[in-house]
């Protein structure tokens, strides 16, 4: 029985790495994702533009635009002279942020008043703009503190910041350990789900029903190649993040191994599932589709789950993605073992169970 098991094993195997179209879906997307996220995909704003309209010309406002100037992340400033221009350029996209120094601001500051600005950010790229106006407020911050202690006085109390697990924020820290999930997930979930729907399309899936096999053997059959593979390309994502671009590995190897293996075991429940209900691969690589991006959307990686409703917040936990992408980013910055994976493994463990009854059911509900 056990020869048998193995010779379907290495028929899936074949199959999913001989078939070119096939072998193209388990590839390119590791290597794609792995050349373009760590730098397409980054909260971090730089090269952006700023704009400016200094209605003032004194030596103080013009020590402050310098700075600014000066700043990584605007390495191109507009200087305008009116407010139609400056508003012109955000407009147009031209500038992300805009700040207007009022005609009095150097007065102001020379007299020991508080000397207001104008920023303008460009809401229709929320997110960046925000960020840019937060290097933008920073050093204003720091001159304003500066010439506080210049001029004998106490600078206010400030708050200062220590980032724990990633202490520069660095972006890649966050991504790669996410992305290693995502590659799984896209290795798992394709491999189950085209499995038993080639069978059909092919027209060899009677043949396979009448194999000395029962049906738990053939879906073990089915799950072990896409555990194999959906491991392999985890393993190389995990690779890179260490080795090319020097994501800090604190935790325990076995128990990032352990927590592989539940998460493709979980997803290859969902794959069966839904191989199960197809009866073709365009059908099959539809419903994979339909399933990865609510599973992505939920999963924390692109918005944090406190932030979604309640609703979404209880599904959200069903889905395996947002504890694995938990239990990585421990393993990779927070020296995650077993013990402290053990609240994000054991939904793991639920929703194999689930997952697995749920396509072992369908699979005998067909050969009925």
Not at 29 to 43: G, I, S, Y
Not at 349 to 368: E, I, K, N, P
Request: glycine share 6%; net charge positive; charged share 15%.
């Amino acid at each position: 029985m056990l020869a048998r098991l193995l010779t379907l094993i290495r028929k899936e195997l074949l199959l999913a790495l001989r078939d070119p179209q096939s072998r193209r879906l388990l590839i390119l997307p590791v290597l794609l994702q792995l050349l373009l996220f760590p730098f397409a995909a980054t909260l971090e704003v730089r090269n952006a533009t700023l704009a400016i309209l200094d209605n003032d010309r004194g030596a103080e406002a013009q020590e402050l635009v310098k700075r600014l100037a000066a700043a990584r992340a605007f390495p191109t400033v507009h200087l305008v002279t009116d407010q139609a221009a400056l508003t012109r350029t955000i407009d147009e996209q031209q500038s992300l942020v805009g700040v207007e120094f009022p005609a009095d601001f150097s007065r102001r500051l020379a007299q020991g008043e508080s000397a207001p600005l104008l920023a303008i950010v460009d809401g229709r790229r929320s997110n960046s703009a925000q960020i840019a106006l937060g290097y933008v407020q920073s050093i204003v911050q720091d001159y304003a503190d500066e010439r506080t202690r210049a001029a004998g006085g106490e600078v206010p109390s400030r708050i200062v910041l220590r980032n724990r697990y990633n202490p520069n924020l660095e972006y890649r820290w966050f991504l790669l350990p996410s992305l290693v999930a995502i590659i799984t997930t896209i290795g798992s979930l394709v491999v189950t789900a085209l499995s038993i729907a080639r069978e059909r399309e092919q027209g060899t899936f009677e043949q396979l029903l009448v194999s000395p096999l029962t049906p738990a053997l053939i879906m073990l059959g089915k799950t072990v190649p896409a555990l194999l593979i959906a491991f392999g390309q985890a393993l190389v994502i995990a690779l890179a993040a260490i080795f090319v671009y020097r994501v800090p590995f604190t935790g325990s190897l076995p128990a990032l191994g352990v927590c592989m293996i539940l998460y493709a075991l979980s997803l290859a429940g969902f794959g069966l599932f839904i191989s199960s209900i197809c009866s073709t691969q365009q059908q099959a690589f539809l419903g994979v589709f339909t399933f990865m991006v609510p599973a992505i959307m939920l999963s924390g990686f692109v918005a944090p789950v406190e932030n979604m409703p309640a609703f979404f917040r209880g599904i959200a936990w069903v889905d395996p993605l947002s504890h694995f992408i938990v239990i990585l980013k421990g393993v990779f910055l927070k020296s995650y073992g077993l013990a402290l994976a053990w609240p994000n493994m054991w939904p793991l463990l639920l929703t194999t169970g689930l997952t697995v009854s749920l396509a072992y059911w369908m699979f005998r509900r067909q050969l009925a």
